[in-house]
């Protein structure tokens, strides 16, 4: 059975985080945008189950849609179920929209979804505009994390006198 999601100190109910994009991507900026679903959709995200692996967001004649988000089909439904990777339409405002058409046209960035939770009962993303990161950029954030990590525990050995 899946685990239930839970409600985390900012009213937001986290039903999954894509956690390879930040380690894929450099996030220039990030958008909350509304997720239009079906009832058998919104059934199962209360459940639990929900996955971004290769999710993404496009743009297609002035509307931002959600791709390859898997919700699964809700055990309970009958002929009324939902196809579990059909692509969802996004709610953004015109000049949000018509930002990210510029920032996509201009340069080689991509929307990327980083969360998807309940914010008041309804369903939102969180949509970054991110430009992919090269191998030996994901090196360098390895090499510059393990050597913070590696400062913080220097710190608190110092700390407790055992250095």
Do not use: C
């Amino acid at each position: 059975m899946a685990k239930k999601p839970t409600p985390s100190k900012t009213g937001r109910q986290v039903l999954a985080t894509n956690r390879k994009a930040r380690h894929n991507y450099s996030i220039l900026e990030v958008f909350e945008a509304g997720v239009v679903l079906l009832g058998t959709e919104v059934k199962s995200l209360r459940e639990g189950r929900a996955s971004l692996v290769d999710a993404y967001a496009t743009v297609e004649d002035g509307e931002v849609w959600l791709r390859n988000l898997h919700i699964p089909e809700y055990h309970h439904g009958t002929w009324t179920n939902h196809e579990p990777r059909r692509k969802r339409k996004l709610l953004l405002h015109r000049k949000q929209i018509d930002h990210l058409t510029g920032k996509i046209r201009d340069g080689n960035l991509a929307l990327v979804p980083l969360s998807l939770y309940f914010s008041g009962g309804k369903v939102k993303v969180e949509l970054a505009l991110a430009r992919g990161k090269r191998a030996h950029d994901k090196r360098q954030d390895l090499a510059r994390r393990d050597a913070q990590r590696e400062v913080l525990r220097a710190l608190g050995r110092r700390a407790r006198g055992m250095n």
